[in-house]
């Protein structure tokens, strides 16, 4: 058996379906970040444990959740609230415990978007490490996400789970990529000036995800980035497949690289008592980066 970890912030509109998916666990673990609205209510209402603790960033959040809940299984899996666990997956994952020469392993998802699984223009399989040995795996922040440290070898499942991306509406979505994008853009700054694109992982990398990363890097670093990405999701990748939801994904993803460059602009140029203080920064959190801010807004 394994437990289940949910991850929670104001979630009362999909952590009923998220913990029903989740019950196929005798161990599940609700972690929420003080929510304002009835998460923990609806979460009472099952028979899982509920933790909270004040959130400070995704790798903190996952590292102290790792280190400081002790689940019943050795084995945990990491689900977030607009996210679903399915029979099929659990059933893989319950075979993969069995096989101590991994210490994680990496699930794709299919991103579910105006009631359609968005196939192609996802990057399809995009993996992310979701199943993991207790003392084994931990976190890192990167952007406004986190990169997994892994003490041993991982592997990849072949089930996939649901990700319902925009599950609390549009205004939801945007909101919260407002807020991502200030991470993005500090991440950016700090790969531009220190960080550089593995050109061999790139091409030939071992797996998709030393592949993607490679990737990411390369990324920051291309002039008209919302155009290139726009065209990259719609056209190479396919995203005109998906139909209406396809081209409103990929619109979505290339304003969203959009904000990014404008939040780059921002940092560098505007004085912090100017921006809003929830998202000003310590002067120390900046690298000292000399780049062309006409470059980065093209």
Same mark, same amino acid.
């Given at each position: ?6 991850l ?17 666990s ?5 972690v ?10 609806i979460a ?14 995704h790798g ?24 679903r666990m399915?029979?099929?997956?659990f ?18 998802e299919r ?9 192609h ?15 084994k795996?931990?976190f890192?922040?990167y %952007?406004? &996400? *986190?990169? /997994? ?6 592997? =990849?499942l ?7 991306t ?10 919260k ?5 200030t991470?993005?853009a ?18 030939? %990398?071992k &797996? *998709?995800? /030393? ?6 890097? =390369? ?14 999701m ?8 998906d139909?209406?939801a ?13 904000l ?6 921002e ?8 921006l ?6 310590a ?12 470059s980065?807004l093209?």
């Amino acid at each position: 058996m394994l437990s289940i970890y949910i991850l929670t912030h104001n979630e009362e509109l999909d952590i009923a379906a998220c913990i029903e998916s989740a019950m196929l666990s005798d161990d599940v673990v609700v972690v929420d970040s003080f929510s304002s609205d009835r998460t923990v209510e609806i979460a009472s209402r099952y028979p899982v444990r509920i933790v909270q603790h004040r959130f400070e960033s995704h790798g903190k959040q996952r590292t102290w959740m790792l280190e400081s809940i002790p689940p019943k299984h050795q084995w945990v899996y990491i689900l977030e609230a607009d996210e679903r666990m399915t029979p099929e997956l659990f059933q893989e994952c319950l075979q993969a415990t069995q096989n101590q020469q991994y210490v994680g392993y990496y699930v794709a998802e299919r991103v579910m978007f105006l009631g359609q699984w968005i196939r192609h223009s996802t990057q399809y399989p995009r993996y992310q490490l979701r199943l993991l040995q207790l003392g084994k795996v931990w976190f890192t922040d990167y %952007g406004h &996400t *986190e990169r /997994e440290v892994c003490e041993g070898e991982t592997n =990849l499942l072949q089930e996939s789970y649901p990700h319902y991306t925009c599950s609390k509406g549009l205004s939801r979505w945007l909101d919260k990529h407002n807020r991502y994008s200030t991470d993005e853009a500090i991440e950016t700054l700090r790969q531009i000036d220190q960080g550089s694109v593995n050109w061999r992982d790139l091409w030939a %990398g071992k &797996t *998709e995800i /030393e592949r993607r990363r490679a990737l990411k890097d =390369l990324s920051l670093r291309l002039p008209f980035r919302p155009l290139v990405r726009f065209c990259y999701m719609y056209i190479v990748l396919g995203g005109c497949l998906d139909g209406r939801a396809g081209f409103a994904w990929c619109t979505l993803q290339a304003f969203y690289e959009y904000l990014i460059l404008l939040k780059v602009w921002e940092i560098k140029h505007m004085p912090p008592t100017t921006l809003d203080p929830s998202t000003t920064l310590a002067p120390e959190l900046l690298p000292p980066i000399d780049l062309d801010p006409q470059s980065l807004l093209t």
